[in-house]
C-alpha cells in the first residue's frame, strides 16, 4: 500500500507534468532543430514564433466560443489550431521573403543569421505584446480533468490522489501525432527526402537538381506548424502569457542542444531529459521517501535537492555538460 | 517655469507674512513617482481636514492651517530627506504628515525629523522595521505594521483549529516581510509552520512549486501573493493536484478575483485584509462629498494623520513639537469622547475645555505599541464561492 502511495504522488507531482512538459519542450525542440540542419542557423525567433501561433489560436478560439461552435469535453482550441498554424505559416514566409532570403542569397555566415533572427524575435515580441497585450489569457475550456485527485482517491481508497488534466492527455496525444506524421513525411515523401539530403550535403543536393527554395518554403511551414502546435499545447495546459514563451526559449535551446541539434530524434530524447530534470532535481522527495523508507530512516527534511526558483538553471547546466563532454549532443547531431 | 516661479514667489511672499499663530504642516508624499496615482487624493484628505480646523477657529485661539507639499518621489531616499530638509528649514512646519512609503519615510525620520525635532505622522508606511525605528517619541503612523497582520493570521488560523500549515509567499518585500512576521507569529503561539517557499510572479506553471509545498504537507496553504499574479496560479494548482483543498489569504489575495477565478472550488478558505465597521468610514466619505476619491487607498489615514496632529497641538496647548508629541496617543486612544470625521470642531472644544477625546476617525484610529495603529481587520471566509465577512477584529 505504501508503495503505490509512493508510486500515486511520485507520479501526480512528477511523471505526469514531466511528461507533458517533456512532450511541449520536444515539439519546441524540434523546430528548432530542423532550421538548425536544413537551414544552418540556431532561430532565436523560435520561442516568440510560438507565441505568435498560440496568439492566433487564442484569439481564434475566442471567435469560435463566441458563435457557440465548441467540442464538448475537449477545449476549443483544437479547432482553432488549424488556424492559427495557417496564420503563423503565413508569418514565417513574410518574414522568411523579407529577411531571411536577403541573407542567404548573400551566402551569410550562420552567427549573422543568429543575430538576423534575433531581430525577428524582438519584431515578433512586440507584435504579439501589440496585438494581444502582455497579459495572462485564458482560452482554455472543456472538461478540466481526464480524472480528478478527489475522485482518484474515492475510486482507490489511497491516501494520496492522481490528477490528471484533459490538456495534459491531449498534449501527449497530439504530440505523439505530429511527431508520427513529421517522421513520416521526412522519410517516406519524396519532398521530406529532398530535405533531408539538403540537410546532409547542400553542394550534392544542389547538384541532383534539388530547388533549394522549394526546400526551405517546406521547412518553415513544417517549422510554423509545429511551433503553432507546441504553443498552444503549452499554453492551454499553463496559461497563455508572452514573455513566458520567451523564456522557454532557454529549455528549447537546451533540449535541441542535449538531443544533439539537427537530429529530429534527439530534440524528442531532449525535450523529455530537460523536462525530467528540472522536474525531479527541484521537487522534494520527502512524501515519496516517507512512504517507501523504513520509519527509522524518515527525512525529516524536504530533500529537495534545488529550489524551483533555480528551475531554469538546471537547463544550463546540462547544457554546459552536454557542451563540455559531446559537443554533438547525445544523439550526434551536428558541432554546435 | 514662469508659472512656477511666480508660485514660489507667492509662497514665499505667504510664508513672510504668516502671522506667530499660524500653524503649518507639510505633507510630504511621493506626487511622483511609484504610487504617483494614489497620492493626490492622500494630500486631499490630509488638507480636508486641515481646512475643516481653520474654519472652525478653535485651534489655539484661532490659528489657521496651512499645507506645504513637498515630494517624496517614494523610491528615492536622498531626494525625499531634501524636500524634507526644505520643509523644516526654510518653511519652518510643526508637523509633517508623511511619509508615504516605508523607505523614505524612514530616511526622512533619521536624517530629518529626529535631529530637528519635529513629530512625524505616515498615514502609509507599514514597514515593521519603522517599529523599532529610533525616533525619541516623535513618529507615529495610522497605518498598521505587517507585523500586524501576521498576529492577527495566526489568531484566525489558531481559533479555525490549524496547527500546521504550509506557507508560500510572492518574491518581494511585501511577501517575505509579511510571511516572515507571519511565521514568527505562529510559531511563538504553538503552531507550525512546514515550509515557507517563495514564488516568483508571472509564471506559467506553478506545479513544481506545489510539488514542493505538498511534499512538506499541512491542513492548510498560507499564500502571501497577489490575487491577478503568481498567488493565484499557486492556488489554480494546488487545487489541480489536490496538494491542498482550503488556503488562507492575507490581503493581497483578497479580490473580486479570487471569487472569479475560483468560486465554490476554495469553500472553506479563510483570510484577512485591513477593514473597519467603524461608523467613520461613511462619514469620511459624506465629508468628502465626492471632492476626491474617499476610497483610494491611504487616503483615510491620512485625513486621520493630518487631525491627529493638530488634535495633539490642541491637547498641548502649543504648535511646538516637543510639547505636542507627548499629546498624540493621548488624544488618539481611550478615554474620552469618540471623534469621528467632520466632528473635529467639537474635538477642539472639548480639549479647549480641558476634556479628554478618543479620536477614532475614518479609520478606527487605535495607537498601539512605538505609536502605530492597531490595524482593524476584516476576517472573511469563502462560503459558496463568495467571499463573506466572518468578523471584524
Redesign the interface.
Known amino acids: 500500500m505504501d508503495f503505490l502511495n509512493a508510486f500515486v504522488a511520485l507520479s501526480?507531482?512528477?511523471l505526469v507534468?514531466a511528461i507533458a512538459?517533456g512532450s511541449q519542450l520536444a515539439l519546441g525542440a524540434l523546430g528548432v532543430t530542423l532550421i538548425y540542419g536544413i537551414l544552418r542557423f540556431s532561430n532565436f525567433a523560435h520561442g516568440d514564433t510560438m507565441a505568435f501561433g498560440a496568439m492566433i489560436a487564442v484569439l481564434a478560439t475566442w471567435w469560435l466560443q463566441s458563435i457557440g461552435v465548441g467540442l464538448g469535453p475537449l477545449p476549443t482550441a483544437l479547432l482553432a489550431l488549424p488556424i492559427a498554424i495557417l496564420g503563423c505559416m503565413l508569418l514565417v514566409l513574410i518574414t522568411d521573403r523579407l529577411v531571411y532570403r536577403f541573407y542567404r542569397e548573400q551566402k551569410a555566415k550562420p552567427v549573422i543569421l543568429v543575430i538576423v533572427s534575433m531581430g525577428v524575435m524582438f519584431i515578433t515580441n512586440g507584435l504579439v505584446r501589440f496585438v494581444i497585450g502582455p497579459d495572462d489569457q485564458n482560452f482554455a475550456d472543456g472538461e478540466?480533468?481526464l480524472i480528478?485527485?478527489?475522485d482518484?482517491?474515492e475510486m482507490t481508497g489511497l491516501e494520496e490522489?492522481?490528477?490528471i488534466?484533459t490538456t495534459q492527455g491531449i498534449t501527449v496525444v497530439v504530440a505523439v501525432i505530429a511527431v508520427a506524421l513529421l517522421f513520416w513525411f521526412l522519410n517516406k515523401t519524396r519532398t521530406g527526402k529532398s530535405m533531408r539530403a539538403y540537410s546532409d550535403n547542400e553542394d550534392l543536393a544542389l547538384l541532383s537538381g534539388i530547388n533549394p527554395e522549394r526546400v526551405v518554403m517546406y521547412t518553415w511551414l513544417i517549422v510554423a506548424a509545429l511551433a503553432t502546435t507546441a504553443g498552444v499545447l503549452?499554453?492551454l495546459?499553463?496559461?497563455?502569457?508572452p514573455?513566458?514563451y520567451f523564456q522557454l526559449l532557454l529549455p528549447i535551446f537546451a533540449s535541441a542542444i542535449v538531443g544533439g541539434l539537427g537530429n529530429p530524434l534527439g530534440a524528442i530524447a531532449g525535450g523529455f531529459i530537460i523536462a525530467f530534470s528540472?522536474?525531479t532535481i527541484?521537487?522534494?522527495?520527502?512524501?515519496?521517501l516517507t512512504y517507501l523508507a523504513p520509519e527509522t530512516l524518515e527525512p525529516s527534511g524536504?530533500?529537495?535537492l534545488l529550489?524551483?526558483?533555480y528551475?531554469f538553471a538546471v537547463s544550463f547546466v546540462i547544457l554546459l555538460i552536454v557542451l563540455l563532454f559531446k559537443p554533438t549532443g547525445l544523439f550526434k547531431g551536428k558541432a554546435v | 517655469m514662469k508659472k512656477l516661479l511666480t508660485a514660489t514667489a507667492a509662497t514665499a511672499l505667504m510664508a513672510g507674512a504668516a502671522m506667530a499663530e499660524d500653524v503649518k504642516i507639510g505633507v510630504i508624499l511621493g506626487f511622483t513617482g511609484p504610487i504617483e496615482s494614489l497620492t493626490p487624493s492622500m494630500a486631499d484628505g490630509a488638507e480636508l481636514a486641515m481646512k475643516e480646523v481653520t474654519d472652525s477657529g478653535l485651534l489655539l485661539d484661532g490659528a489657521t492651517v496651512t499645507s506645504v507639499r513637498a515630494d517624496s518621489t517614494c523610491v528615492d531616499a536622498g531626494a525625499a530627506t531634501a524636500a524634507a530638509e526644505r520643509l523644516v528649514t526654510s518653511d519652518k512646519v510643526d508637523g509633517i504628515m508623511g511619509a508615504d512609503c516605508s523607505g523614505v519615510t524612514g530616511a526622512i525620520l533619521s536624517n530629518v525629523a529626529v535631529p530637528n525635532g519635529v513629530v512625524m505622522i505616515s498615514p502609509s508606511a507599514t514597514s515593521p522595521a519603522l517599529s523599532d525605528a529610533e525616533d525619541n517619541g516623535l513618529f507615529f503612523r495610522t497605518a498598521p505594521s505587517d507585523a500586524r497582520q501576521g498576529e492577527i493570521m495566526t489568531q484566525v488560523l489558531l481559533e479555525e483549529g490549524i496547527k500546521s500549515v504550509a506557507l508560500t509567499y510572492t518574491n518581494n518585500d511585501y511577501g517575505k516581510g509579511l510571511a516572515d512576521s507571519f511565521q514568527q507569529a505562529f510559531e511563538a503561539a504553538g503552531g507550525e509552520v512546514t515550509i515557507s517557499a517563495a514564488h516568483e510572479d508571472g509564471k506559467a506553471d506553478y506545479s513544481a512549486e506545489v510539488g514542493a509545498l505538498a511534499a512538506a504537507g499541512g491542513d492548510r496553504l498560507v499564500v502571501a501573493g497577489y490575487v491577478d499574479q503568481g498567488g493565484s496560479g499557486i492556488v489554480r494548482a494546488a487545487i489541480d493536484s489536490g496538494a491542498f483543498d482550503t488556503f488562507h489569504f492575507p490581503d493581497g489575495m483578497i479580490g473580486s478575483k479570487l471569487e472569479e477565478n475560483f468560486g465554490d472550488e476554495i469553500d472553506g478558505s479563510t483570510g484577512q485584509h485591513p477593514g473597519t465597521d467603524s461608523p467613520g468610514v461613511a462619514k469620511y466619505e459624506e465629508i468628502v462629498a465626492g471632492a476626491f476619491d474617499a476610497t483610494s487607498p491611504f487616503t483615510p489615514e491620512s485625513y486621520d494623520a493630518a487631525a491627529l496632529i493638530m488634535l495633539a497641538m490642541q491637547a498641548a496647548g502649543s504648535k511646538n513639537p516637543a510639547d505636542y508629541k507627548e499629546k498624540v496617543m493621548e488624544v488618539a486612544n481611550e478615554p474620552g469622547e469618540k471623534i469621528y470625521p467632520g466632528e473635529l470642531a467639537k474635538a477642539l472644544q472639548i480639549l479647549k475645555d480641558g476634556g479628554d477625546v478618543d479620536y477614532v476617525g475614518a479609520t478606527a484610529v487605535e495607537l498601539i505599541g512605538p505609536g502605530e495603529s492597531a490595524g482593524n481587520y476584516r476576517q472573511i471566509v469563502i462560503d459558496g464561492g463568495k467571499i463573506t465577512t466572518a468578523k471584524y477584529r
Open positions: 501526480n507531482f512528477v507534468p512538459y478540466r480533468f480528478s485527485a478527489r482518484f482517491k490522489g492522481l490528477a488534466k503549452y499554453g495546459d499553463k496559461s497563455f502569457k514573455f513566458v528540472e522536474v527541484t521537487y522534494a522527495w520527502k512524501k515519496v524536504l530533500v529537495q529550489s524551483t526558483d528551475k
